[in-house]
């Protein structure tokens, strides 16, 4: 009875009171930012007093914004490439391998996306700084793909272990040599698997804000730090511009995924 | 297969391990032992930086703080959480499935854009304010932020994702025919919840809830800009002890003493439910 709606009696409408209300909570203020990015207000008053595309120009105008993005677009692709590359290589050992320790290792490769991230970014600030990597294009990349592995190993090692290894053997049996089984029979049968491990790497990096606080220079900024900073001065309408195109474009990366969903053989 | 083939194919398996734990070797671990060095030798060699951090009533505030806020947090995302879980259990697939968008979409957006449109929101010219004032109810703007509301306001905002999906996991997973056969056996509403429905959730109730205190007490952005001076959480404090003061010794003791309280609900969450509760959580 409590888990068949038409018998809940009474908790019905309790339940449903409560959850429209949490909607509301989740969605209105996304709503109120997009909807003041459009709003002629400096001030952010709300319902706004008229319309305007100026925070939106201002956005443009700025080539500081700009570079930001593609900063961040930069790293977040490079990122999603080289942690869907390693961690394609650790899963197949950490799934097919039978060494000791796979399980402590596998444990080890997850721990920095469970560990509070302002451990890690001061920890790696402190030998960046010696090794002059702050602020560098490498220094970001190297930083960013130690949070983003985690994501690639358990959608890929996902994928892999619901793949029948036995059709790897099989091509092995038929003549085929191991690495040419893999990329030529397992590799194409994972394929979405592959795919989730490079979204979600690529948006570990792309929405990292902590670690690259402390990575930032003048000179090489990601658009989170941009962000960041230009929060820490005042509440311009333009960060609502630009906040409003991230929404947009984390609504169209959840679409892809959702479509990726339905293409999934079950 | 031959003896000598097992070891050859783990060998070869292993090296395919290897870049991934050189990363996470060189990048990860050997900085995170350096910095808990660094809180014994630095600026000398000795335990005086968590004498120091442990002395200081300042930085215990900091501590106190810590663990208000992430009970407090907990407790809202509880609440708030188990009947949006409940919900997207039992309500019909496409109004489950509306809920599940909702959540993820909140989840998925940027966390600066969340932020910041709490910031908006709850100044004292924000939207809020401004609409209790319009609407005659207050005759000044209520305080909401740079103190402890507006910080449980706007993490309970950003973990709620991190409890409902682990509370719907878990109700999803309950066979409603033993929730039937209570009925049958005589028992009322109120006693299936108590009885059965509660003590069945129990080990998602506690990943959940574990999951978002641990999430909370190492919050540093949103506390940051949604929080007054006087609220300041931890891991504000270790990034302002290393970045703008330079005390490298007592930035890193208060980085261990996180770590280490971590690390110490994780194997509770490990001793009680195993790995599977832990990776539920994300």
Redesign the interface.
Known sequence: ?????SR??W?RY???G??AL??A???A??A??VA?SFGSSQ????PPPGWTLKWYRALLADPDWLTAFLTSLEIAVIVAVLSTG??L??S???T????RGREA?R?????????????????????FLRLHLNGTLVGFV??H??VA?PFA??AIGNALERFDVAIEDAAVLCGAS?TQARLRVTLPAIRLGLFAAALFSF?ASW?E??VA??MASPDLQTL?VK??TS??QD?SPV??AV?SC??VL??L??GAAALLRRGRPT | MRPGAAARRNAREFVGVAPALALVALVFVLPVAALLLRSVLEPQPGLQNYAEIFASATYLRVFENTFLVAALVTLVTLSLGFPVAWLMTIASPTWSGLLFAIVVLSMWTNLLTRTYAWMVLLQNTGVINRALLGLGLISQPLPLINNLTGVVIGMTYILLPFMILPLHAAMRDLDPAILRAAALCGATRGQAFRLIFLPLLASGIAAGALMVFVMALGYYITPALLGGAANMMLAELIAQLIQSLLNWGLGAAAAFALLVVTLALYAVQFRAFGFGAMREGR
């Open positions: 009875m409590l888990l068949d709606y809940l009696g908790l309790a339940l449903t409560v959850a949490v909607c909570y989740l969605l203020p996304i109120v930012i003041l001030w952010l008053k709300f390693i961690g290589m650790a197949f050992g950490l097919r391998g039978s060494f290792l444990a080890l490769f997850l721990t920095p996306m469970v560990l509070p991230v302002v451990i890690f970014a001061v920890a790696l600030y402190g030998v190297l930083a793909l130690v592995l190993i358990i191991r948006l929405d804000v902590v606080i402390f989170p962000i960041f929060l820490r509440l960060i609502a906040s991230l929404v984390t609504a990366l959840m």
